[in-house]
């Protein structure tokens, strides 16, 4: 996956069939679908591949135990399939997760264990396990931070857990690999129009270069998430809004107060949510919030509301109190919900499940959904593309489609951090072997290696120190202050890798620790780190 190989591509192929706007989960999921199907596809993403929502999820690969409970029993039915295909098609990023509601009632558990059977029934055969009324000695057994005060018994379930950025390069991965074609920081700016007021084109910039692009083709999809009325916009300025942004927080704490490999999920907070703490790369995260916003953001920043909502329902639930200061990284995510109808506000108004809309000049936006449907998401866009401009293509693929790097479940070792690259381990590890920098570590608080970021840059398209530190790697969602003590290595190491001058790496490090400090809840100026 290399970034001028696919650049070049853009003047090489005269007409695309589809072009794909928009590299989160559901733009990734479309453009392998058609690709799949034999289509000409080319995927292009204004930022980085997952930049915005598809990095911050809570992640979780779910049927949405909520869901269930407001009786939206298709959507959790359709979600529990997805994520049983996903547990296949991508092993070494999707795994099975027990999770544990403590119940301080002694109706809770009885509750509990009969809604989350109809939600293991629903699973059917892609069932990742049968629910459990535990005691509550069993359940301070597996819980034992959980608050003991009032405590009756806890419900098991299982579900899914996953790490959402890197399972969007794989997908990114295998779309080059099944003849598609990806580019990143590659802006649309305009939609091209023929005599009839038909789509037939995009116009693109590159965000490097600023080279300005004209690209043809027979479909545009518009899969840009919280910014899909920005496209909508440029097809049709009248439109109306399709798209409402809701957002979700989430704070990451040390493993200490967890100190489980079971998750929390925490059924009814105070104002009707749903919380989780979740075991996450040895740390532990907790989230979500759900605020309607006005408008969405790249960078969007976690609300003063937002982040006490969260340390005070950890701190009823956990024995360990979170504070501010325990706070290792804060992320916020914008969910694209489809708008409600004239005049609802509340979220639990807008659909969870997905639309795939058409406009009379032939362009197709898919709105709404979740990561654990973004495969049906996409095939439903296809077919609808295929459908009503008339393309001669076959049924989707995808189902059973092995994504980049999987490999069978029980081949994956937990053990080590390396597990997210699946059947690219052993070249990291020759990597790491082939120079002894490599197998340093980028901080020494964290396992990840110099090997990684290398291969980042020459395999995974990886531009800034952000696509490394907060996407390829992990670090900036797991700990801030570490990210930011890394900044310079990576900076002189991109530098060294694309022959840049050190006044590009001096830039990059000052712009990317500026944008780290969003992730604290208080100023950190960098440490020195030695790799001696």
């Known amino acids: 996956m290399k970034r001028n190989e696919e650049l070049s591509k853009l003047t090489s192929v005269q007409e695309w069939d589809f072009i794909v706007i928009g590299g ?90 009969i809604g989350l059977s109809v939600y293991d029934f629903l699973a059917g055969k892609l069932s990742l396990g049968k629910t459990k009324y535990i005691s509550k000695a069993k359940t301070i057994e597996k819980l034992p931070t959980i608050e003991q005060h009032n405590l009756a018994s806890g419900v098991v379930y299982q579900d899914g857990q996953f790490d959402d950025a890197r399972l969007a390069i794989n997908l990114s991965q295998t779309l080059i690999e099944k003849g598609g074609s990806a580019v990143n920081y590659m802006k649309v700016t305009g939609l091209l129009k023929n005599d009839s007021g038909k789509i037939n084109g995009v116009k693109a910039e590159d965000q490097f270069s600023n080279q300005q692009y004209e690209l043809r083709t027979k479909a545009v999809i518009n899969a840009t998430g919280v910014f899909t009325n920005d496209i909508l916009n440029m097809n049709n300025p009248k439109h109306g809004k399709f798209v409402v942004p809701s957002q979700g927080i989430h704070l990451v704490l040390d493993k200490s107060f967890l100190k489980s490999d079971d998750a929390i999920m925490i059924p009814k907070t105070s104002d009707g949510r749903v919380l989780f703490v979740v075991p996450w790369h040895d740390r532990a995260l907790v989230g979500t919030t759900d605020t309607l916003l006005e408008s969405p953001n ?34 916020a995510g914008l969910r694209p919900l489809a708008a409600p109808k004239e005049g609802g506000k509340n979220t639990k108004e807008v659909s969870r499940s997905h639309k795939v809309i058409t ?16 495969r049906k998401m996409a095939q439903d866009t296809v077919d609808k593309a295929v459908e009503i401009l008339h393309l001669n293509g076959g049924p989707s693929q995808t189902e059973n489609m092995s994504i980049h790097g999987n490999i069978k479940a029980e081949l994956v070792d937990r053990t080590s951090h390396l597990y997210v690259y699946g059947s690219d381990i052993p070249a990291i590890k020759a990597l790491q072997n082939s120079d002894p920098q490599y197998s340093k570590k980028i901080h020494p608080d964290h396992a990840f290696t110099i090997a990684e970021a290398v291969w980042a840059i020459r395999h995974e398209m990886a531009e800034t120190i952000e696509d490394i530190l907060a996407r390829r790697v992990r670090l900036l969602f797991l700990d801030a202050r570490a990210a930011i003590d890394s900044a310079h290595t ?43």
């Open 24 to 113: 989160g989960a559901s733009g990734l999921g479309s453009a392998l679908d058609a690709a799949s199907r034999g289509f000409k596809t080319l995927l292009l993403e204004s930022h980085d591949f997952a930049k915005a929502t598809s990095s911050r999820s809570t992640k979780l690969v779910h049927g949405g135990v909520r869901y269930l409970a407001q009786g939206d029993v298709g959507l959790v039915k359709e979600a529990l399939k997805e994520r049983g295909l996903l547990a296949q098609n991508a092993a070494h990023v999707v795994k099975n997760q027990s999770f544990i509601i403590p119940n301080y009632t002694w109706w809770g558990g009885i509750y509990y264990k």
């Open 298 to 331: 790249f960078e969007p920043h976690a609300l003063e509301s937002e982040i006490n909502f969260v340390l005070n329902t950890a701190r009823q639930y956990l024995a360990k109190k979170p504070t501010r200061e325990d706070v290792k990284s804060m992320f």
């Open 359 to 374: 406009s009379d000049t032939g362009l197709v936006s898919i709105i709404g959904g979740k990561w654990t449907t973004y």
């Open 490 to 532: 990576i900076a002189q190491l991109i530098a060294k890798e694309k022959g840049y001058s050190q006044e590009w790496a001096n830039d990059q490090e000052k712009e990317f620790i500026e944008l780290a400090q969003g992730y604290l809840l208080t100023p950190y100026s960098p440490k020195t780190i030695t790799h001696n």
